[in-house]
Structures are given as C-alpha cells and as structure tokens.
C-alpha cells in the first residue's frame, strides 16, 4: 500500500511537549489534534512511502514496539481526516481484527474540530443563569 | 425619587457600575460584585455597564426587586439575593465581550502548590459544585465559571462568587471565604486539565489524554470563536504545554474532589 500526505502545504503544525500535535488547515478551516502515535506515523509519511515503510519509521523514530497494524490502524486514521492518501482502503473486518491485535504502544488517535463547530460551540461556553427550568438538564449537580 | 447609591469596579478590561436605592441593595451589590476587586468612586470612569438593583414594590407576582442592566429591566425577584445570579451572569457576559489580552475559557479553577487545576465544561456540568468542594479541601479559588488565559499561558484568576445549587434548582452565591477558602490573586502556570463527565453511580475513571486533545477541549469551551481569534492556537497550547491531561468519567463532586487532590499529590 502506497501513502502520500494530503494537502501537507496548507498545514500549520504545532508540536507539544508530550509529542501530540495541532494541524491547523485554514483552507478547510479544521484543526486536529494527533496524539504522540498518530504523529509520528505522520512524520513518517514525509515522503511517498509505503506502509512497511511507515511502520519502520515509527519504529526507529517513536517506538521500536510498533507494528505493522498499528501503523496501519495510524494511517487509517489518518486518512479519514484527508490527512494522507493511500492506494487502497482496508476493509473494516480486517480493521476491526487489527484493533484487536494491537499491543502495548497507545493507539493511534486523530479528531477533528471544524471552525463552523467551535463557533458553535461559544454559545455553550458562555455564562448562563441555572434556572429552575434548565436544572432539569443539568447532571452531576450534588 | 429615592436617593442612588453607587460604586464602580474595574474588571479586566471591564469598568462595572452598580448602582442601588437603599443601604440594603447596596450591601448586596457590595458584596456579590467582585469582591475582592478594589472600589472606586462611581462615575470616576466611563463605565461600559451598568447594573441597578432597586426595590420596586411587590408587583402582582410577589416581585418585589428588580435588576436592571443599562437602564433596562432584566430580572425581578421577591428578594434581593435572588436576583444575584443574574446580576452574576450580567457581569460575565460584560467582562468576556470586552477581554482584550486574555482569553477566557468555560472552566472551574482552583489553584493547588502554586499551578491551576482547570476543569473545562459547559453550564451544567457541576464545575461549580467540584470547585467548592476542592475549596473546603484546601485549593484557593480561581472561578468556578471561566479561566482566563494570558499569552504566556499562564491562567489567571476569574473570582467572581460561586454560584452553587446546593440541591435546589436555583442557584445560590457563595463567597469563597465562606467556604474557608483563599482567593487567588495571581497567575499561575496550567498544572493539570481534567475534561470529566458525569455518570450517577459511576466510580472515577480517568485516562490521560494527549495534550492536544486537550487543547481542542480548551477550543470547544472557550466563548471566543477562532475564526475571530486564531491566536487561540497559541496562547491554549502554551497553556497545555505544561499540564497532566486526563479525560473520563466522574460521579459525585465530593468524591471527585478527592480523587482530584489524590490524582496531583496535593494535601488537603
């Protein structure tokens, strides 16, 4: 399986110091946030590469306990969020079993947050009064 | 035509006036408008709002007090203490709108051997009720509603009074003090953010996440929109850089407080 990233140009990249990361994509107006897995299987597809080639990286550069499906399961992810392109699509059932068969490394994880979303969300983040009405929905209240 | 009795407060980047007709109005509006900001005189700044608790007389719902905001009723109660949460949430909605360096996020705040604790979550999610027992546990208070974030990414306290439900429906202030709790007074690194749900029943079960994950928390509760505001990236992941990270489920605030003063090494 070949894997090319996606769209790298329009990314700005921030590093934290536990090795997650921030890509924040102004032309789609979305950031992301890698955990230390899922980036580094995104700096081992710097080039056009292969998924053997992948894993490799990661395991020279991350952790030499990362697997074959373990990359794959990072680039998977990765390319649900049109951060890479690959030469085919895994099938969920394999999918599934590799998820399974992951060992001790932290699994790879990307979520997204579109500007439209977080604009969305300021309204929630506002300050509002707790009436009698709205504490019906409130929870964990004691 | 009853005499006015006023004072201002400088909040942030915020110049509140509150203004009363009787000594009573006036305690109250004394004592629930940050309290721990100094006073000044009424009128010796523009202010950018206004705020006018009065008593009106008993109207035909039992109303007797009202609360007014740039000279328009927002809020009548049968007692003065009743209309504080709205005078409360009038003051935040004021101060966020015009916060020029800071940037706030929806959090309960406390400060533990010298770093913030932020709780990150919307109205609802019990930060208030957590915050006040982290108080009786030791913590100085921050803001049991936002944390203000500079661009060092250090969080700075957001003290306005805690408004706690204390199992009734409506809220209720409560001064931190009350709760023999030190207010804090100045900024502090983010030592830990702690994205937590609550479950009845549930026992505490918490994960770290990455520090990226949290910094798209910070975004998805943070009144600024980044569209208007993309230095959020910035100023949020200097405020992670430094923090433990946890995500997961919580059951009562009592409880997760001591989980909480457990899970930093902090006594209590």
């Given at each position: 399986m070949q894997v090319v990233r996606a769209n790298s140009e329009n990314?700005?990249?921030?590093?934290?110091?536990?090795?997650?990361?921030?890509?924040?994509?102004?032309?789609?107006?979305?950031?992301f946030a890698l955990n230390a897995t899922a980036g580094a299987a995104w700096d081992a597809c710097g080039s056009a590469t292969t998924l053997s080639g992948v894993a490799m990286e990661m395991q020279r550069s991350f952790d030499p306990q990362v697997s074959e499906d373990?990359?794959?399961?990072?680039?998977?992810?990765?390319?649900?969020?049109?951060?890479?392109?690959?030469?085919?699509?895994?099938?969920?059932?394999?999918?599934?079993?590799?998820?399974?068969?992951?060992?001790?490394?932290?699994?790879?994880?990307?979520?997204?947050?579109?500007?439209?979303?977080?604009?969305?969300?300021?309204?929630?983040a506002s300050s509002r009064p707790c009436t009698a009405a709205s504490a019906t929905a409130c929870s964990g209240l004691r | 035509m009853t005499e006015s009795l006023a004072f201002a407060v400088r909040a942030f980047d915020c110049t509140i006036e509150a203004t009363a007709d009787s000594p009573e109005t006036l305690a109250i509006a004394n004592r629930y408008v940050f309290p721990s900001f100094p006073r000044m005189e009424a009128g010796s700044a523009p202010p950018d709002v206004s705020l006018r608790l009065e008593e009106?007389?008993?109207?035909?719902?039992?109303?007797?007090?009202?609360?007014?905001?740039?000279?328009?009723?927002?809020?009548?109660?049968?007692?003065?203490?009743?209309?504080?949460?709205?005078?409360?949430?009038?003051?935040?909605?004021?101060?966020?709108?015009?916060?020029?360096?800071?940037?706030?996020?929806?959090?309960?705040a406390v400060l533990l051997n010298g770093q913030a604790l932020l709780l990150p979550g919307t109205t609802h999610a019990g930060k208030s009720s957590i915050v006040a027992e982290l108080l009786r546990r030791g913590a100085a208070y921050f803001s049991d509603e936002y944390a203000l974030i500079d661009a060092r990414g250090l969080a700075h306290p957001y003290p306005r009074p805690l408004l706690l439900r204390n199992g009734s429906p409506e809220q209720s202030p409560v001064l931190a003090g009350e709760l023999n709790a030190r207010v804090g007074d100045a900024p502090a690194p983010v030592g830990w953010i702690l994205l937590l749900e609550y479950q009845a029943g549930s026992?505490?079960?918490?994960?770290?996440?990455?520090?990226?994950?949290?910094?798209?928390?910070?975004?998805?509760?943070?009144?600024?929109?980044?569209?208007?505001?993309?230095?959020?990236?910035?100023?949020?992941?200097?405020?992670?850089?430094?923090a433990a990270c946890y995500a997961g489920k919580r059951a009562e605030a009592a409880d997760a407080a001591a989980e909480i003063i457990r899970l930093t090494g902090c006594p209590a």
């Amino acid at each position: 399986m070949q894997v090319v990233r996606a769209n790298s140009e329009n990314l700005v990249i921030n590093r934290l110091p536990d090795g997650s990361r921030i890509f924040t994509d102004a032309g789609n107006e979305t950031v992301f946030a890698l955990n230390a897995t899922a980036g580094a299987a995104w700096d081992a597809c710097g080039s056009a590469t292969t998924l053997s080639g992948v894993a490799m990286e990661m395991q020279r550069s991350f952790d030499p306990q990362v697997s074959e499906d373990l990359a794959h399961e990072a680039i998977l992810q990765l390319q649900e969020k049109n951060l890479v392109t690959t030469s085919e699509t895994a099938p969920t059932t394999t999918r599934r079993r590799m998820i399974a068969s992951l060992g001790a490394v932290a699994l790879p994880l990307v979520v997204s947050l579109t500007l439209s979303d977080q604009r969305a969300n300021t309204v929630l983040a506002s300050s509002r009064p707790c009436t009698a009405a709205s504490a019906t929905a409130c929870s964990g209240l004691r | 035509m009853t005499e006015s009795l006023a004072f201002a407060v400088r909040a942030f980047d915020c110049t509140i006036e509150a203004t009363a007709d009787s000594p009573e109005t006036l305690a109250i509006a004394n004592r629930y408008v940050f309290p721990s900001f100094p006073r000044m005189e009424a009128g010796s700044a523009p202010p950018d709002v206004s705020l006018r608790l009065e008593e009106t007389g008993e109207d035909d719902t039992g109303q007797r007090f009202r609360l007014s905001k740039d000279g328009e009723a927002m809020a009548s109660a049968g007692q003065a203490i009743g209309l504080v949460p709205h005078l409360i949430h009038a003051i935040d909605e004021a101060v966020v709108q015009r916060l020029a360096a800071l940037r706030a996020v929806h959090a309960g705040a406390v400060l533990l051997n010298g770093q913030a604790l932020l709780l990150p979550g919307t109205t609802h999610a019990g930060k208030s009720s957590i915050v006040a027992e982290l108080l009786r546990r030791g913590a100085a208070y921050f803001s049991d509603e936002y944390a203000l974030i500079d661009a060092r990414g250090l969080a700075h306290p957001y003290p306005r009074p805690l408004l706690l439900r204390n199992g009734s429906p409506e809220q209720s202030p409560v001064l931190a003090g009350e709760l023999n709790a030190r207010v804090g007074d100045a900024p502090a690194p983010v030592g830990w953010i702690l994205l937590l749900e609550y479950q009845a029943g549930s026992s505490w079960r918490i994960s770290p996440v990455p520090q990226s994950l949290a910094l798209v928390a910070l975004l998805q509760n943070t009144p600024h929109a980044l569209a208007d505001a993309p230095e959020l990236i910035a100023i949020f992941e200097r405020a992670v850089a430094g923090a433990a990270c946890y995500a997961g489920k919580r059951a009562e605030a009592a409880d997760a407080a001591a989980e909480i003063i457990r899970l930093t090494g902090c006594p209590a």
